[in-house]
C-alpha cells in the first residue's frame, strides 16, 4: 500500500486494522446499568408494599368479628323469661332499644354487665327500608338508625364519632309482627282434652268435653304476618 508515492509504514497498516474491529463490538453503557438497576429497585419496592398487610388490618378484622358476634347474641338470646329475642323486641318497639344495646353491646354499667364491644369501640345499628325500595324501583338502598351509641347521652360512648376505621356485620331476621293463633276446636272428642282416672282407676272423659254444640263452629284460627328485616351492625373507633 502506498502513500503520497511511497509505501505506507506497518505500524499504519496495524491501526487501520484495529480501528475496523472496534466497529464491531459490544459497547457497554454505564447509564443504561445505572437506569435498570433503579427501575428493578422501584418495582420491587412496589411489590413489597403492596405485599405488606396494612397496619390497621388486624383492627379491622377486630372490627368486625365485634360486630358480627354482637348481632348473633342479639339475635339468639334475651332475658329469662320473655317469648321473643333482645332483636325481636328492638324491632316491634324502638324504644327500648338504648337499654338493651348498651346491656348487650356496651355502653353501661360495666359493673352490673359484661359487654361484648369494649370502650374504645362505638357503634350504631341499622335496618333497611325495603318497602323504599318496593316503591320506588331502582332507588339506592336507605338504612335507617335504630340505635347510634354516640347520641345516647346515658352511654359512655355519648360523643365518640368515626375517626380512624369502621367495619359491619349483616344478618337477616324474620319477625312477626301479628304473631299466628292455632286455633282451638269446639269438638268433643277424647283427643281434645283426653281422659281422667277415677279413684278405682278406671277412666273417664275430661269435663270440658261432656257436650258438642250442634251450631256451627267458627274457628279462631289465625294466620298472623311476617316481615322479613334486614339489620346491620357498624363498630367504628
Not at 44 to 55: A, D, E, H, V
Not at 114 to 143: D, H
Not at 146 to 164: E, F, L
Not at 181 to 203: I, K, L
Request: with cysteine; net charge neutral; aromatic share 12%.
Amino acid at each position: 500500500m502506498r502513500h503520497g508515492g511511497e509505501a505506507a509504514h506497518p505500524l499504519y497498516y496495524i491501526l487501520a486494522q484495529l480501528g475496523n474491529m472496534g466497529g464491531r463490538g459490544f459497547v457497554f453503557s454505564l447509564d443504561a446499568f445505572v437506569a435498570f438497576v433503579l427501575i428493578m429497585i422501584t418495582i420491587n419496592l412496589l411489590i413489597f408494599t403492596i405485599g405488606t398487610p396494612k397496619p390497621y388490618y388486624a383492627e379491622l378484622e377486630s372490627a368486625h368479628i365485634l360486630a358480627h358476634d354482637t348481632l348473633q347474641v342479639l339475635a339468639t338470646s334475651s332475658d329469662p323469661g320473655a317469648s321473643s329475642t333482645y332483636l325481636e323486641r328492638i324491632l316491634n318497639d324502638n324504644d327500648i332499644a338504648p337499654g338493651i344495646m348498651r346491656k348487650v353491646a356496651g355502653g353501661g354499667d360495666p359493673l352490673s354487665y359484661r359487654p361484648i364491644i369494649p370502650k374504645g369501640y362505638s357503634y350504631v345499628l341499622q335496618y333497611l327500608n325495603l318497602t323504599y325500595s318496593v316503591q320506588q324501583p331502582g332507588a339506592q338502598e336507605e338504612w335507617h338508625t335504630i340505635y347510634n351509641a354516640s347520641n345516647d347521652a346515658s352511654s359512655d360512648r355519648y360523643g365518640k364519632r368515626y375517626t380512624k376505621l369502621q367495619a359491619s356485620s349483616t344478618t337477616f331476621l324474620s319477625v312477626y309482627t301479628l304473631k299466628p293463633m292455632p286455633g282451638e276446636s269446639s269438638f268433643c272428642y277424647a283427643g281434645c282434652t283426653g281422659y281422667g282416672v277415677n279413684p278405682d282407676g278406671t277412666t273417664y272423659y275430661a269435663e270440658q268435653c261432656d257436650k258438642t254444640p250442634c251450631n256451627v263452629s267458627t274457628s279462631n284460627f289465625r294466620i298472623g304476618e311476617n316481615r322479613v328485616q334486614v339489620l346491620r351492625l357498624i363498630v367504628y373507633t
